[in-house]
Nanobody, 125 residues
Framework: VQLQASGGGLVQAGDSLTLSCEAS????????MGWFRQAPGKDRVFVAG????????YYTDSVKGRFTISRDNAKNTVHLQMNSLKLEDTALYYC???????????????????WGQGTQVTVSS
C-alpha cells in the first residue's frame, strides 16, 4: 500500500485542522492505520490508531478528547480531526499502515509497514 498525507498547515492555538491520508491498492481494508508525529529533534511518536474496520481507536494521552481518527474503506482514506490545537502539537505528521490489526501495543514506528510522506502542522500563539 502507498500512502499520501495531506491537510497540514499553519493555524493558531485553539483552531481545528483535519489531516487526510489516501491509500492506493485494493487491500486497504486489511490494514490497521495510524498517525504519528515528529517534532524537530525528537523521535517519531504515536498519535492515534484505528483498526481495519474502524471499530476500535487508540490515542496517546496528550490528544485524547481533542483528536479523532476515522477511516472510510470505500474511499481508501483515513482522517485525523484535530481540535483545540496547542503549540505542542506542532510537528510533521505521518500516516502509517500496518498489515493486520492495531492494538494498544502497536504504538511504535516499527509496528507499521508503510508510511506516507508527512504533512506539516504548525500551531502558533
Amino acid at each position: 500500500v502507498q500512502l499520501q498525507a495531506s491537510g497540514g498547515g499553519l493555524v493558531q492555538a485553539g483552531d481545528s485542522l483535519t489531516l487526510s491520508c489516501e491509500a492506493s491498492g485494493r487491500t486497504f481494508s486489511s490494514y490497521g492505520m495510524g498517525w504519528f508525529r515528529q517534532a524537530p529533534g525528537k523521535d517519531r511518536v504515536f498519535v492515534a490508531g484505528i483498526t481495519w474496520n474502524g471499530d476500535r481507536t487508540y490515542y496517546t494521552d496528550s490528544v485524547k478528547g481533542r483528536f479523532t481518527i476515522s477511516r472510510d474503506n470505500a474511499k481508501n482514506t483515513v482522517h485525523l480531526q484535530m481540535n483545540s490545537l496547542k503549540l505542542e502539537d506542532t510537528a510533521l505528521y505521518y500516516c502509517a499502515a500496518r498489515w493486520g490489526t492495531v492494538t494498544p501495543e502497536t504504538i511504535f514506528p516499527a509496528n507499521y509497514n508503510a508510511w506516507g510522506q508527512g504533512t506539516q502542522v504548525t500551531v502558533s500563539s
